[in-house]
């Protein structure tokens, strides 16, 4: 066989390679009904949020966080196009300055029940794009989605005692530091950081941890990386379709926010679960090639 076309055939075995795992995803995606299952993330994390919130303002304040909605709406919606996220990011405020009882009250603990039921449909889209069956028991999966709330709750409470300290210790690093004034105003655009920071672990997590089996965090790096970028190219193409073409206001009238909300989840869901759906196609792809080369050897032999 010539050189050049054995080099040829070498260059193209990973673009081979990368159209089978593509394929494999979106063909999966859509036998699985991947679309149905992200209307129903959707609409599971639209309907969670509002709880989430209600929970996490009643445990914060509990704790002494009185900064925790403005945080966690920053946390939240930052990562969202401004003419998405600025009329919820409102509605959320305004909901969260509405006084209520203690802590433990059967609202507040219904508000974290319910708010676990997104966990609950991003466990279920993962399993199906995995190709896991799930095989925990319902009460420890609800649990575990418990937990994931609280974890939330708390970090976003921590973040919200930092920040209550970040403009003072600014102010004395300008005072003492005028030379790292630089930095210091780099320092001072934390919010967008911190949030694609939690979105990452957020996504980490959920990879690993949520659907059923077992997975290492090199295995989940792609799809991750995959949802990354292409929840940026959403949210532009997404905000640039609403500035120049939408007619939901006209349309939806006092709901128009939240059916803009409700379709931006839609793709982003989509998105969540095409990054998943990808990973499990490379598992594959990969357990498929070592079967191969275990393979090769017994059949020299």
Known sequence: MPVGFECQSAKEQPLRRTRAV????????????GWAMASHVALSI??????????????????GANAYAETASHLIFDTWPDAIAAPISREVINVLTIERGGLLTVSVLAAA??????????????NRAYRMTETRAWYVNRAQSLGFIVIAVMVITAISFLLVL???ALKLARQFAPWMDTLISAVDNWRILIAVSVLVTALVMSHMWLPAGKRRLMDVIPGI???LIAWIAGALAFASYLEEFATYVSTYAGLASIMIA???????????????????????????????????????T
Not at 274 to 297: M, S
């Open 22 to 33: 593509i394929l494999d995803a979106v063909t999966h995606f859509n036998n699985d009904d």
């Open 46 to 63: 639209l309907m969670a949020l509002f709880p989430f919130m209600i929970f996490g303002t009643a445990l914060a304040s509990f704790l």
């Open 113 to 126: 029940f319910f708010s676990s039921n997104g966990v609950e449909a991003l466990r279920v889209s993962l």
């Open 166 to 168: 970040a403009p003072l």
């Open 225 to 227: 990386a995959v949802t």
């Open 262 to 300: 409700l379709v931006f989840l839609y793709i982003i869901a989509a998105i969540f679960i095409l990054g998943a759906e990808i990973n499990a196609a490379i598992l594959k792809a990969r357990a498929r090639a070592l079967a191969e080369v275990k393979k090769e050897p017994s059949q020299e």
